[in-house]
Structures are given as C-alpha cells and as structure tokens.
C-alpha cells in the first residue's frame, strides 16, 4: 500500500489539511476556518484525517504552524505556540491537541515559514539550492532558512520579520508591528501595513501608488541583509503582497542598490536569478492532477511529516 502524510499549513484565518506525498499525488484537501477556540479547530482537522483514514494510509501529520512556537526538542514547552497574533491560542499545544484525537500517530511541527521553505526546496523555486531563505509577505512577514539542504534552528526558529530596518526618507507611516518594534519589517511593509497606512488591500497595490515603492524600498533592504548575513543561493518570495508581481523587479533594483556591487553573489545582473517568486504564490498547483486546494506550508507538512516518522 502507498504511504501518505497528512499536511497541515495552520494558518490564523485558515488550516488547510491535505493528504498525499506530493504536489503531483494530493489525494484529499479540506479548508477549515480557524477558530479562536483552539479545540474546536483542532477536532475539525482531527476528523478529517480519521474519515479518510480507511481510504489512505497515513503513516504521520506534519503541522506547518503559525507562530511563534517553541521548537526546542528538549524543552518541556516543546510545540506550544507562545503569544501568537490570533487570539486565543496563546500557549496552545497544537501537536498534543491533535493526538488526543489521533492516538500515537506520529505528528511533528515546525513554522508556516519553515514547512514552505522545505516545500520550496524539494519541490518548488529552491529546487538545486543547498542555501535558501523563504519570505512569506502576507498579513504578517515571516521567514525561513535552509542552510546545507536543511532547515536551520538555533535556539528557536527565524523571526525574519521583525529585523529591524532603515525607513524610507519620505514615508511618515509609524508602522503597525503587534510587538510594539519601532521600524521592523512586519511593521512596514506586510500587508496589514499597507492596509493600515493607505487604507487599501495589499492586492490593490498599483505600480504607481508611493506605498509601492517604499513597501519595495523595505523588502529589498531585508534581502540585502539576508544575502549579506546569511549568503543564500536564493531568496525565494511568497505570500499575497507578492501576487502583485510587478513588485519584485523594484526590489530586485533596491537589493542591488544596498548591496552596492560588494557582493561576489548576487552580482547585479544576476538578481533575477538570486530573488524569485514562489512556485505556489496562487496557493494552487497546474500539476496536482486533482482538483484539490494546496499551497506550500500544506506541502512542507509532508515533510514535517516524513521527518518526524523517522525519529519514532
């Protein structure tokens, strides 16, 4: 019988769970609202798995989770999410809710960010690399580092999103980080920001609107930073801020402008292949032979998945 795992990119307004091994082979896929009741979100993924569990044989659940969540293996907190923007689920124990409804199944966890940066590697934009970073631009920043082809940790995961960085000279926005950072990225330039300082959608963005420039300003100052700090192959950029795609070659431009040619890599005419797109930036796949929901923290799920059926 084939082996599949259950994936899971638990998002604050959406969990997304789907069953299958890879983006060609989803076999099931289920939108579920995210609730402020943890529990009761937690059930409703726990009985979607179980009503197909007679069909497919699952072998382990990966979470890709929002965050921030203590990843530390050795620490008696390991898993729970800690003072999260989506209320009610401070100190929550997603994994263990979880098994309370599946019993021993093997169930592991890692950050949204980091599940799609392990998806992207394997199977999307960071395919060939062995150093890569995702950003995910959404209603928040979040980010993850692949170094030597694995997900890096150190203490706890990446906080990409609140690096602290330089305004742009004419934007007067105070920002809108939840942890009260003065200037920090998630602050500026996600969408909550932009909905914030303009009162539009970040969908919305026009190639003309100053906001545009200046949310461009902030994003390629971020990956001059990431490339100086961390020396990726590539910088790989999902999240809906960027389905405007039209904004990527302004911070291409504003990357080259702060790294200002010290770099032996990314030079400036290899920017286009240094800073790329998402393969899942529509949070679907033309090569899921289903019709079925997916997006690269579901994915990364499978892995999550696979990794922590190895350790059982």
Known sequence: MEKYFGGVDCGGTTFLCVIGNSPSNIQASRSIPTSPDPKKTIAKVAHFFEENAARYNISAIGLACFGPIDLNPDSGTWGQIRKPPKSGWDNTRPVELLRNHMGDIPIGIQTDAGGAAM?????????????????????????????????????????????????????????????????????????????????????DIQHTDPV???????????????FFCNAPERIVLGGGVMRNTKLIDK????????????????????????????RWLDDSDSSC???HEINAGALGGFLIADAALRVT
């Open 119 to 203: 998806a992207e590697l394997r199977w999307g934009a960071g395919v060939g690399c062995r150093h890569m970073t995702y950003v995910s631009v959404g209603t928040g920043i979040g980010g993850a580092h692949i170094v030597n082809g694995c997900l890096m940790n150190g203490h706890t995961h990446s906080e990409l999103g609140h690096m602290v960085i330089r305004k742009h000279p004419n934007d007067n926005f105070q920002g809108v980080c939840g942890a009260n950072h003065i200037d920090c990225l998630e602050g500026l330039a996600s969408g909550t920001a932009i909905g914030a300082s303009n009162r539009i959608k970040a969908k």
């Open 289 to 291: 032979e289903k019709s």
């Open 212 to 226: 545009f420039d200046y949310v461009a300003y902030y994003l390629g100052q971020m990956c001059a930073n990431v």
């Open 251 to 278: 911070i291409r431009q504003h990357t080259r402008e702060f790294i200002g040619g010290y770099l032996a890599w990314p030079s400036p005419e290899k920017m286009e292949e240094a800073i790329v797109l998402s």
